[in-house]
């Protein structure tokens, strides 16, 4: 399912180093999501924007940031990376009372 | 918040025999309960859900259960086959809509052939 696009899909970076993750959709979707996968914890919610003009925190926020720079485009930022973020990023969409799709998911290390 | 507890986080059945797994939830208010397969290095992808309204919803060989009253929603899988190996996750929305979900910590199934 390419509706769902994630850039990069791997990234390996350093401490302390801004990261940002990019995610487009073509399904039309208002919501869209970023969560965080970690082995043994399962999808935990970052940010979540129900439309252009609305972002939410999710339970994991700290240490992130995110732009809705379009319906289409929901990008995540990490401003000060660290080790322990380290983790799979997936971004997930959804129309109202819909379920959620979601992207290939971006493998994010570092060092 | 929401909290989903899963069990177990590991199955191992023999191929052909049904496989069962369980998500407990605290919020009496979510009404829509997801469930997602996710094959190694793949993406999440939603298999079955089922509304509150709804006691028992059955696609093929998988079916969902919800007991509202206990606040428990069961995957069952019957007549396993290889190809169902995967990490399995359950879900529940929080009371004020479908769309923002909490996940369940996953069970990781394992058909042995």
């Known amino acids: 399912d390419a509706d769902v696009t994630q850039t990069p899909r791997n990234r390996i970076t350093k401490t302390g180093k801004r990261i940002m993750l990019e995610c487009s959709q073509t399904k039309g979707h208002d919501r869209m999501y970023w969560y965080r996968q970690d082995p043994g914890l399962g999808l935990r919610l970052i940010y979540y924007s129900f439309d252009v003009k609305d972002i939410n925190k999710g339970e994991i926020s700290d240490g992130y940031s995110v732009s809705r720079q379009a319906q289409a485009k929901f990008s995540l930022s990490l401003e000060s990376a660290i080790p322990n973020q380290t983790a799979l990023y997936f971004c997930?969409?959804?129309?109202?009372?819909?379920?959620?799709?979601f992207g290939d998911g971006t493998r994010l290390s570092i060092l | 918040g929401e909290n989903v507890e899963q069990h177990p986080s590991t199955l191992s059945v023999q191929e052909g025999d049904s496989a069962v797994i369980k998500c407990t939830y605290s919020?009496?208010?979510?009404?829509?309960f997801p469930w997602y397969k996710q094959e190694l290095g793949k993406r999440p992808q939603l298999i079955i859900d089922i509304r509150s309204n709804v006691g028992e919803k059955k696609d093929q060989r998988i079916a969902v259960t919800l007991n509202k009253t206990a606040k428990h929603f069961s995957l069952h899988i019957t007549e396993t086959q290889p190809e169902d190996s995967a990490v399995y996750f359950c879900?529940?929305?929080?009371?004020?809509?479908?769309?923002?979900?909490?996940f369940g910590t996953g069970t990781r199934l394992t058909i042995i052939p």
């Open positions: 997930a969409t959804s129309d109202q009372g819909l379920p959620q799709h």
């Open positions: 919020d009496s208010a979510s009404n829509y």
């Open positions: 879900a529940c929305n929080h009371n004020f809509g479908n769309e923002k979900l909490t």
